[in-house]
């Protein structure tokens, strides 16, 4: 989305000097045309188009091309604008974090993968479930919140990746294997770990080719545009944008803040990261962006997401949690623990539901040995859930203090559908589904 009524339209392609057109009308693509520019972060490795589609019509579909514009275009693709202000349809949206690409049938892990990552594991129940809902109609929009794809974890997947470089093949995969999505409605993401850098041994002994390119979430930031020149963020670490009378903001929990974990170096502690803006921005852009919408009579409810869930045992969100507090943040969802967790408000100033919904399926969930059906929900506790431990080394990742105190927690592959009516000013149903057998495993409504 680029505002209200923009989108912006991106795509890549391996060579580096072919133009950035989008080709677009309402009965046909020769109707109108937007030119726009590449980026090679990468040398060697193609180059990422962005294109903005200005003034377009509200709740309209549109069918495109993407290409040079002549020689080389894509197949005939559409979308769907945004409905009115005054639309009284319900607004729909999938919301989920940590996705993975793929499963391990397709990409069975190698030597290093088999000792510190599991061994069994799919993102394709969940890829599947919200193609279905794009399908049948049942969303207009998603919003992931951080770990997109996994493409820092590509070394663990084949041995020829203990050699190999294989971060940008991978992460080209899952755009791939998520273009019936992106291409067709707004995928809005936040900024998770996984998107800090890449960290193969590649990137590692190859610091100037590979890894200082591939630092400091510039991979994420150049293949994903949010609508930051709309809401006076930056790049796409931090963002607003509006649905109806709704207002969602995707909050930065990896850097530009005191107890930032990706503030100095990204995951690997080697390559630097952060500080995309002078000190103190984010949170004076975030107070600023908030108490905006706050007192906007057209916002009925305010919605956030970001990648880490707030422990409660841990004060580094302290202050954001204070901001939501004071501009009645309704709801903030979150990923990073593979797993669910819905806490009450109560557990949060009586002012906002926080929901951790982390288990759409990557190479790093693990499920608890007792469980007779990986992947379901079968009752498995945030206590026993926080002793799992990898084999065969005996790796402990899941930790209590993210699902200590939930109302309900799970460990099932799962996504959630956020529904509001009456155009965003109605009350808000959330529903966490099974990725596997699509059951409702979930629900709370908030009355508005």
């Known amino acids: 989305m680029a505002g209200k009524n923009g989108m912006r339209v991106q795509w890549f392609t391996s060579?580096?000097?072919s133009k950035s057109v989008v080709n677009y009308?309402?009965?046909s693509v020769s109707?109108?045309?937007a030119e726009g520019s590449s980026l090679t972060y990468l040398e060697d490795y193609g180059d990422h188009h962005t294109v903005l589609l200005e003034n377009l019509k509200r709740n309209t579909k549109y069918v495109y091309t993407v290409g040079d514009g002549a020689s080389s275009v894509s197949e005939q693709l559409s979308f769907t604008t945004l409905p009115e202000d005054d639309d009284k349809g319900d607004i729909r949206l999938a919301i989920f974090g940590d996705m993975g690409y793929m499963d391990s049938d397709a990409r069975p892990m190698g030597v290093l993968g088999n000792k510190t990552m599991a061994g069994n594991w799919s993102a394709t129940y969940s890829r599947e479930i919200l193609e279905s809902w794009k399908d049948n109609g049942e969303i207009d929009m998603v919003f992931h919140v951080g770990d997109v794809g996994y493409a820092d974890d590509a070394v663990f997947h084949t041995l020829k990746t203990l050699f190999q470089f294989e971060y940008e093949p991978a992460y080209n995969g899952y755009m791939n294997w998520i273009q019936n999505l992106t291409a067709a409605m707004p995928y809005h993401v936040t900024p998770g770990n996984h998107e800090s850098e890449c960290h193969d041994p590649a990137c590692v002994l190859q610091p100037r080719k590979l890894g200082i390119p591939l630092s400091n979430f510039t991979a994420y930031n150049a293949r994903w545009s949010m609508p930051s020149p709309e809401s006076d963020g930056v790049a796409s670490m931090w963002y607003s944008w509006e649905y109806g009378?709704?207002?969602?903001v995707s909050i930065n929990t990896e850097t530009d803040f005191d107890g930032a974990a990706e503030n100095e170096k990204g995951d690997s502690g080697i390559f630097n990261a952060g500080k995309?803006?002078?000190?103190?921005?984010?949170?004076t852009w975030l107070e600023n962006d908030l108490l905006k919408a706050s007192q906007d009579p057209n916002v009925k409810w305010i919605l956030a997401g970001g990648h880490r869930p707030f422990d409660a045992d841990s004060s580094t969100f302290a202050d954001v949690e204070a901001l939501f507090t004071k501009y009645g943040v309704a709801m903030y969802f979150a990923g990073h623990s593979h797993s669910y967790s819905r806490y009450l408000p109560a557990a949060h100033e009586d002012?906002?539901?926080?929901?951790t919904v982390g288990g759409a399926g990557c190479d790093e969930m693990l499920f608890a040995e007792d469980n007779p059906a990986p992947?379901?929900?079968t009752g498995t506790t945030c206590e026993a859930w926080s002793e799992l431990r990898f084999p065969p080394l005996g790796l402990r990742k899941n930790r209590l203090s993210a699902c200590s105190g939930a109302e309900f927690f799970t460990d099932a592959y799962a996504v959630g559908k956020l529904t509001i009516a009456d155009g965003g000013r109605g009350d808000i149903t959330w529903e966490l589904f099974s990725s596997i057998d699509r059951t409702v495993l979930d629900s709370v409504v908030i009355k508005a």
């Not at 009378?245 to 969602?248: E, G, L, Q, R």
């Not at 995309?276 to 949170?283: N, Q, R, V």
């Not at 002012?351 to 929901?355: G, W």
């Open 375 to 377: 992947g379901h929900h």
């Open 245 to 248: 009378a709704v207002h969602f």
């Open 15 to 17: 060579n580096s000097d």
């Open 31 to 33: 109707e109108m045309s």
């Open 351 to 355: 002012v906002t539901t926080h929901i």
């Open 25 to 27: 009308g309402l009965a």
């Open 276 to 283: 995309f803006a002078p000190d103190g921005t984010y949170l």
